[in-house]
């Protein structure tokens, strides 16, 4: 078993299950994305450039999607706290997933890769 498959593996319900989905989610939204371990962490790719990434946050214990390139982003559920680049996206375990928003984000990003535009 990889180092990437046991992140997951390893982790308890219902982050679990939230991590699962997510990476389901985010390798859905283009066939350039891949899934790779990188900084000790499950990283995904865009045509091999960092673009997003799983972790725990350390206080809040909540799975959240980091956007490398977050600092672009204006939204408010955006959280930049001490990163200069990246901003992450807190989600709770114990509810549904905001699939519609992760889409979104996720598919800004990649056009912002594509194009070097965010657009709304």
């Known amino acids: 078993m ?10 308890d319900e219902p982050t679990k299950g939230t991590l699962l989905a997510l990476r389901e989610i985010i390798l859905s939204q283009d066939k350039d994305i891949t899934n790779v371990w990188k900084y000790g962490m499950p990283f995904f790719c865009y045509k091999g450039k960092m673009f997003c990434y799983l972790w725990l946050h350390k206080k ?3 799975p959240y999607i980091g956007i490398v ?4 982003f ?5 959280i930049q706290e001490s990163r200069s680049r990246m ?3 807190l989600l709770d375990p114990n509810k549904d997933l905001p699939i519609k ?3 979104n984000i996720l598919q800004r990003a990649i056009n912002f890769y594509k194009t070097g535009e965010i657009k709304i």
């Open 2 to 11: 990889t180092e990437l498959e046991n992140f997951y593996l390893k982790q």
């Open 60 to 62: 809040l214990k909540q």
């Open 74 to 78: 204006e939204e408010t559920f955006l």
């Open 87 to 89: 901003k992450i996206m």
């Open 69 to 72: 390139e977050g600092n672009r």
């Open 101 to 103: 928003t992760i889409q």
